[in-house]
């Protein structure tokens, strides 16, 4: 068991260090961005994005059954749309509606058959973002994921139909003008409840274990996103109020 915390440990640790490597060199490496108005900061914008994805299923059981082969991974599509508001020039809310897949393969070492897991999930989510005048961005969110279906059919009724995730996301500019940007955006994140809903049930078991573990799926997903900046409320100097389009 040991051993399997070890394996977990370091992946995790050798994709933070591939994450912020990637990362850095787009948020600090991204021209600056044009300033919106100063008396009237606050802007809205529209983004549709896609990209792909990988996750694992964390369980105590499974990772300390030296017969399963848990580390496997997968990479699936996922996509979505969102709206956002820049409230100040670093400070951004942003609300999401994604589609994406949970996906889990174990292996045996006893010559069992392999086992597959895909979950599609429709997914809302919220993120509040620090930014910064380039345009790069860190941010922490909360998403929760409606289970649709699974490619397994006798599986679907041992998981959970709601999933709820906290996410850690880093991101910034590939090109960028005053209204449109197209930038990459990478999130990591975890399953704060019990995916499974039978207390006898555990994925990639082929027995019951003597004692329930929850699972808990870890996911890291890179997307590129394409945003249009709307535009933003400003007052006239005879105080009428109206929303200008950015046109330039």
């Given amino acids: 068991m040991r051993k399997s915390y070890i394996c977990v440990l370091f992946y995790l640790h050798q994709m933070k260090i591939a994450l912020l490597i990637i990362c ?31 996750s ?51 292996t045996y070492k006893n010559g069992l058959p392999d086992k597959t897991y895909k979950l599609k999930t429709s997914d809302l989510g919220i993120f509040v973002r620090g930014t910064g005048d380039g345009g790069g961005y860190v941010g922490v969110g909360f998403k929760m994921s409606n289970v649709s279906n699974s ?18 996301e880093l991101g910034g500019p590939l090109w960028q003008n005053n209204m449109f940007d197209v930038n990459l955006n990478i999130r990591f994140g975890y399953c704060i409840n019990d995916m499974v809903n039978n207390k006898l049930f555990e994925p990639g078991a082929y027995t019951v274990y003597p004692s329930h573990a929850g699972t808990y799926p870890l996911t890291l997903q890179a997307m590129i996103g394409f945003n249009w900046h709307i535009g933003y409320f400003a007052t006239s100097n005879c105080k009428h109020k109206g929303f200008l389009l950015f046109t330039n």
């Fill in 24 to 54: 850095a060199g787009f948020i600090f490496g991204a021209q600056a961005q044009k300033k919106k108005p100063k008396d009237n900061p606050t802007w809205f914008n529209l983004e549709i994005k896609g990209g792909g994805g990988t």
């Fill in 56 to 106: 694992l299923f964390t369980n105590h059981n499974i990772s300390g059954d030296k017969q399963i082969n848990m580390y496997n991974f997968g990479f699936y599509p996922v996509f979505g749309v969102g709206f956002g508001s820049h409230i100040t020039n670093s400070l951004a809310v942003q609300i999401e509606k994604n589609w994406n897949t949970l996906g889990q393969k174990y």
């Fill in 151 to 168: 490619s397994i059919s006798d599986s679907t009724f041992f998981f959970r139909r709601k999933l709820n995730f906290v996410h850690f």
